[in-house]
């Protein structure tokens, strides 16, 4: 559905707004109790890997009724195609390489000294507390693992998860380094992690029901290692490739995880005044764990759709999102802060320097769209400006795409558009004029870092 079709559905009127950065918070969606918040968050969960989306041979009915119920967003996107920055991103509102979150750390153990979200950013949970939500987290971190940099320093009240970047699913004493923990103190036995934390964050709604809350939900699945329980296999026992059939698994456990989740506000009759947003932190790694873009082009790390466009949904059922709408214009993940503190009731000063857009302005009264969105991973970089992208991949030239003609990236339009290939250029070194330098880099990879794109 267009945005025009979305906005009638909705009922608004009210003239279009063009947003190139800053959050928009006016307009808050309540004048009741304030809503509880579930932001779920899966790890390295293809685009076409949903039945939403179109996959065939793996269900995900639980997921998939978020969109049912709410909004799917077709061209959802995250800032980045690996796990940290895009983390760094979502819990800040702001391009990450702003304030220079702009690699991976590497594996635990190996990562530099300076790694971890700087202290000088405010959180997507110090805001929620400042609005007088409970906020709790359980999954993985990624944004430090430094005194100060826990997830109980930067905002949350509650945790149980990892601090690292991948954790065995059924061994807690599998990294020594990488421990699951409750707050700050060590957890001795696990089950298995998709299952143990579907099951803290339905304890987490439990103790808090009765007041606002924010449960931010960042599960491993379906990140390597590919190590499901039997339990979760045997339905998928038709599939004769095996790491097909774990991968089966693990997505199955996680929508199981999700429905949990979901199940929870239900018996409390929290359902219809909680938003629950459901987005990947990147694309599929394909060959490692078999998730699947289609139908898009390229993988994690990559900064073709594959790597950055994903699955991204959000219901409200007695709020402002109506029911089995798709929304077709581009998003991105840095929205979602301003859209959650906005529906808290909060406001975002023009101070913040946020760079994500209040969505909750398209869906009440002035449908807003992003002039461009931008992205940068070291020599490569993109940047999306209506239909067109221009991006630099490794071992690509440089290119254009139409992505309203060709969403798989086939037909590089750089000869015969040189006049918006140009534009987009332009548009992207503004952007980055902006930027910092990358507090650090993954020892294993020394990538040359672009600063102005000339070609």
């Not at 989306?53 to 995250?78: C, M």
């Not at 009240?157 to 103190?185: C, M, W």
């Not at 929205?335 to 302005?361: R, Y």
């Amino acid at each position: 559905m267009v945005r025009r079709e979305f906005l009638a559905l909705c009922g608004m009127i009210g003239a279009g707004a063009v947003m190139q950065s800053g959050c928009q918070t006016s307009g808050q969606p309540s004048a009741g109790r304030k809503p509880n918040v579930v932001l779920i968050v899966a790890d390295d969960l293809g685009y076409g890997e949903l039945s939403v989306q179109g996959s065939k041979d793996i269900l995900t009915p639980n997921i998939d009724s978020i969109a049912r119920n709410g909004v799917r967003f077709t061209d959802g996107y995250v800032t980045c195609p690996v796990c940290s920055p895009t983390r760094a991103g979502l819990m800040t509102g702001r391009y990450q390489q702003r304030f220079g979150h702009e690699f991976n750390p590497g594996p635990q153990g190996t990562e530099a000294n300076v790694f971890g979200l700087p202290l000088s950013e405010t959180t997507l949970p110090q805001r929620m507390k400042q609005l007088g939500y409970a906020t709790g987290m359980v999954g993985k971190w990624h944004l430090g693992n430094r005194d100060g940099y826990y997830p109980t320093d930067r905002g949350f009240d509650e945790f149980y998860g990892f601090l690292g970047g991948a954790h065995s699913y059924v061994d807690a004493q599998a990294d020594s380094k990488n421990p699951i923990l409750r707050g700050k103190t060590v957890v001795d036995e696990i089950t298995y992690t998709t299952d143990d934390f579907a099951r803290e964050a339905c304890g987490f709604i439990d103790r808090h029901q009765h007041h606002p809350f924010f449960l931010y939900a960042p599960f491993n699945a379906v990140h390597n290692p590919m190590d499901p329980p039997e339990r979760y296999i045997a339905p998928f026992a038709s599939i004769k490739d095996e790491k097909r059939r774990k991968f089966a698994a693990m997505l199955t456990a996680l929508d199981t995880g999700v429905g949990n989740i979901l199940g929870k506000l239900n018996e409390h009759d929290l359902t219809d005044n909680t938003l629950v947003i459901f987005i990947s932190d990147n694309g599929g790694p394909t060959p490692q764990i078999t998730s699947q873009n289609g139908p898009l082009r390229g993988f994690k790390s990559q900064l073709l759709e594959g790597g950055i466009r994903v699955p991204f949904m959000m219901q409200w059922p007695g709020g402002f999102v109506p029911a089995g709408v798709t929304y077709s214009e581009p998003v991105i993940s840095l929205d979602i802060l301003p859209t959650i503190v906005s529906a808290a009731g909060g406001k975002i000063g023009n101070n913040d320097a946020c760079d994500g857009l209040n969505l909750w302005l398209s869906f009440l009264s002035h449908p807003l769209v992003h002039e461009a969105l931008f992205w940068r991973q070291g020599e490569n970089f993109a940047v999306r400006k209506g239909n067109f992208k221009l991006v630099q991949v490794s071992n690509e030239p440089l290119a254009l795409y139409d992505l309203s003609q060709d969403i798989h990236e086939d037909h590089n339009l750089i000869a015969q558009l040189p006049d918006k290939a140009n534009e987009l250029r332009l548009a992207w070194n503004q952007w980055n004029s902006q930027n910092i330098e990358p507090l650090w880099e993954r020892r294993d990879r020394q990538p040359q870092r672009q600063r102005a794109v000339t070609r």
